[in-house]
């Protein structure tokens, strides 16, 4: 079925790194005169927008607004960020700017609801998300289980919350920042979290500590994705490059990415829709 969906490349401006980084939007082509809600999708560490638009343009087509913002210093140009300080406050700070100037472009400001968006989050942006959605992120846990952090010492790290966020999708997300007693107290919005039953990157107790940590666990809906891999949540990649063995590309055996994937977008299009 061929969608109708618009698609447009953004350059969002950081004053304080005296940086701009690039972001993909993509958006129902008709948008006129209609409130329409936008959903912003962080990627995985060392990842990349584009391995995210078979979801982006399936929920544009069904009216939402897309943006997926390439990370800087954490996409797979360029990963020096990786494991450091910087990086853990940039993230949620630069979704932050990417929302902004998406919600602020007079191409589609008054098509757009201003006070409501959705976040998605894969792996690193599940941290991410979690932050923008009240999470108080700390770098002990880092310091404790992860031999190739850059981290100098154990503190909070220095986050905002983001008022406009009203639900949250997590692919198999970090969340070891988020440990300490009370880290996930404010988060409150509505949340479907989905891990990998053969995920050893970020495994099962990952999403263990979102279901300890907020305060409502009703607001939680979690599934484990059976015989999925951390990475089966990406798009299916060509058959030459699963040929080459790039583990972004492979699954476990057996796993069926393209069905799969035709699955995950409506599961997460109604979830969106129920909680508007």
Same mark, same amino acid.
């Given at each position: 079925m061929k969608m109708d969906v618009g698609f447009t490349e953004m350059h969002v401006q950081d004053s304080e790194k005296n940086l701009s980084f690039p972001m993909l939007l993509m958006h129902p082509n008709e948008f006129v005169g209609k409130s329409h809600r936008l959903v912003m999708l962080s990627h995985g560490s060392g990842g990349s927008p584009l391995a995210y638009r078979y979801l982006a343009e399936f929920l544009a087509d069904k009216g939402y607004f897309v943006g997926v913002p390439e990370h800087p210093g954490n996409n797979r140009h360029d990963n020096s960020l990786e494991g450091t300080l910087a990086n853990l406050v940039d993230r949620p700070r630069h979704l932050r700017l990417a929302t902004d100037a998406i919600l602020n472009d007079e191409r589609w400001r008054e098509s757009l609801? =201003?006070?409501?968006?959705?976040?998605?989050?894969?792996? %690193?942006?599940?941290?991410?998300?979690?932050?923008?959605?009240?999470?108080?992120?700390? &770098?002990?846990? =880092? %310091?404790?289980?992860?031999?190739?952090?850059?981290?100098?010492?154990?503190?909070?790290? +220095?986050?905002?919350?983001?008022?406009?966020?009203?639900? #949250?999708?997590?692919?198999?997300?970090?969340?070891?920042?988020?440990?300490?007693? !009370?880290?996930?107290?404010?988060?409150?919005? +509505?949340?479907?979290?989905?891990?990998?039953?053969?995920?050893?990157?970020?495994?099962? /107790?990952?999403?263990?500590?979102?279901?300890?940590?907020?305060?409502?666990?009703?607001?939680?809906?979690?599934?484990?994705?059976?015989?999925?891999?951390?990475?089966? /949540?990406?798009?299916?990649?060509?058959?030459?490059?699963?040929?080459? !063995?790039?583990?972004?590309? %492979?699954?476990?055996? !057996?796993?069926?990415?393209?069905?799969?994937?035709?699955? #995950?977008?409506?599961?997460?299009?109604?979830?969106?829709? &129920?909680?508007?």
């Open positions: 609801d =201003q006070n409501n968006i959705s976040l998605i989050g894969h792996s %690193m942006g599940g941290y991410t998300s979690l932050a923008l959605a009240g999470g108080i992120p700390h &770098t002990e846990h =880092q %310091m404790k289980y992860d031999p190739d952090h850059k981290i100098e010492k154990s503190e909070v790290v +220095p986050v905002l919350a983001d008022a406009r966020v009203r639900a #949250l999708v997590l692919f198999t997300p970090a969340t070891g920042w988020y440990l300490s007693e !009370g880290a996930l107290a404010a988060v409150k919005v +509505p949340m479907l979290v989905l891990s990998a039953e053969h995920d050893d990157i970020t495994p099962a /107790f990952h999403a263990e500590i979102i279901l300890k940590g907020v305060p409502d666990k009703s607001v939680v809906t979690h599934r484990e994705v059976k015989n999925a891999g951390h990475y089966s /949540f990406l798009d299916v990649f060509p058959e030459s490059v699963r040929k080459m !063995g790039l583990p972004a590309a %492979m699954d476990p055996v !057996g796993f069926d990415r393209e069905a799969f994937h035709d699955e #995950l977008n409506t599961e997460v299009f109604e979830f969106l829709e &129920t909680h508007r």
